[in-house]
């Protein structure tokens, strides 16, 4: 319930402009009080970016949204779903209940410094070249802007800050979905650093991750190499399979593997190898076949090889995302009244450096006219964006609806999992871009808390969209988290 409208009907002076008027209002206090947070915010985003903690070792960046959650009036519970770096902020206690997504995780192998030319960064093993550090701070800044609002009397509800480990290996959000989290709220809001300024409306892929490990029997590799058997021949034959079934495939998919495990020294026959595969495609109804398909591989290359199959495990399995028009327009607008972040000098030339710098051993992707940082916010296209990389926010929309947007974080034309993005976000371009984020985060859920039939609109296409398919996983039944991604 609006405390405003209710006020307003009690005097009966009430006109809807002067409700719209109100909403305006309290969306400019809100971004006023969010820039006055920019410095906090901002020392969350360096110590985060420079701990570059991977999936489900997030140790320090969960403590440190945490943190700053409870410094901010919030209840956290630590630790749920099984995950010790998964966590819930909550604040309020009557509903509607919106939830905000936050990640943190980082990416090994891709360390960089805070500098536009490729240079190691403060965690020599790993660091946030998908942006997970803007995203989890950018989306607790909205949750402690909603926070204030509800505190002051704005109106009435809850705000939840989900804290979701293990993004980018699909752990997170899948696990504490599966313990139950999630399906009570009315809608949840998330975001994610980009090249640009958009509302999400798009596709995501499904994904299945899934480790294959052969065993095999050890023996002098010189002296007696019939005496043993290659896990690692198994792994190789495998992935050739894979590699000639990827022709009779449907364009969508993507299949992608590294070993890792492949044997201790050459002159031991692999007594044991694991390869672990990534098996995408645009449905989940797709990827189930697919992964049957490589899953009789496996096999085959097991009996090619005289060795073992001796385990399939699936880490995880995520669906494609179900998409929100209503919510799509209500971010759009507000992220349009925002604007695109306002770049300096200083920034633009960094980002330009990162670009420069990132082309040259691959050949020319800007040309003189590609801007450096994006400007302006894209429009909202009329039918959903196609597929091209897997969130496990993905299965969450298919018992809530979700919106997002992409905020520009890092050179323009310039690919996630790369270090311009690790760069840029270490810089006032990351706190700038996580600021724009919360702030729209932030207007959009004044809309849903403050307009039932926003809402109403918002859960009708959201079951427009979703139909009445079941949601069936890969994932068997009753299993946990795995502990760790690697
Ligand atoms: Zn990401």
Not at 332 to 352: C, M, V, Y
Request: hydrophobic share 40%; with cysteine; charged share 20%.
């Amino acid at each position: 319930m609006i405390r405003i409208a209710l006020m307003s009907a009690a005097l009966v002076v009430c006109t809807t402009s002067s409700i719209a008027a109100d909403i305006d209002n309290l969306k400019r206090d809100a971004w006023s009080w969010l820039d006055t947070q920019t410095q906090v915010l901002e020392v969350a985003n360096q110590n985060i970016w420079s701990y570059a903690e991977i999936g489900l070792a997030e140790n320090k960046s969960s403590k440190e949204l945490q943190d700053l959650l409870i410094d901010n009036g919030f209840s956290v519970e630590s630790g749920v779903a099984g995950m010790p770096t998964a966590f819930i902020a909550t604040y309020g206690d009557s509903g509607p209940v919106i939830g905000i997504l936050a990640e943190f995780d980082a990416l090994p192998g891709v360390s960089q410094a805070a500098s536009p030319v490729p240079t190691l960064g403060p965690n020599p093993e790993a660091g946030h070249a998908c942006g997970h550090s803007v995203f989890g701070v950018g989306s607790a800044g909205a949750a402690m802007a909603i926070k204030e609002l509800i505190a002051s009397g704005a109106f009435e509800g809850t705000i939840k800050l989900y804290g979701t480990p293990a993004e980018e290996t699909g752990i997170g959000k899948v696990y504490m979905l599966r313990a139950g989290y999630f399906k009570e709220d009315d809608v949840i809001l998330n975001w994610h650093p980009s090249d640009q300024n958009r509302a999400s409306y798009g596709n995501t892929k499904a994904i299945a991750n899934v480790k294959f490990m052969f065993r095999g029997s050890a023996a002098h590799a010189s002296a007696m190499p019939w005496s043993g058997r290659s896990a690692l021949d198994g792994v190789e034959l495998m992935s050739a399979g894979v590699n000639y079934m990827r022709e009779h495939i449907k364009p969508d998919a993507r299949i992608h593997y590294v070993i890792t495990k492949g044997g201790g020294q050459p002159n031991v026959v692999p007594p044991e190898a694991e390869v672990w595969y990534y098996i995408r495609a645009d449905t989940f109804e797709d990827v189930t076949s697919y992964f049957g398909w490589i899953k009789e591989i496996a096999e085959a290359a097991a009996k090619m090889s005289r060795t073992e199959l001796e385990a399939v495990e699936i880490q995880s399995e995520i669906h494609e995302m179900i998409t929100v028009r209503a919510l799509s327009e209500q971010t759009h607008k507000n992220l349009s009244a925002i604007g695109a972040p306002k770049w300096g000098d200083q920034e633009i030339t960094f980002a330009r450096t990162t670009q420069l710098e990132f082309q040259d051993p691959f050949g020319r992707i800007i040309s003189d006219d590609t801007p450096a940082l994006a400007t302006h916010i894209q429009p909202l296209p009329d039918e959903p964006t196609p597929a091209r990389a897997s969130t496990d926010v993905g299965d969450i929309s298919w018992f809530v609806p979700i919106g997002g947007l992409g905020v520009a974080s890092y050179g323009y034309g310039l690919p996630t999992h790369s270090w311009p993005v690790v760069a840029a976000t270490g810089t006032t371009i990351g706190t700038k871009a996580l600021v724009t984020a919360a702030k729209t985060m932030t207007a959009t859920a004044i809309d849903l808390y403050t307009d039932p039939a926003l809402m109403e609109r918002v859960k009708a296409d959201w079951r427009k969209s979703r139909g009445d398919a079941p949601f069936e996983t890969l994932i068997p039944a009753r299993q946990m988290a795995p502990v760790s991604v690697r």
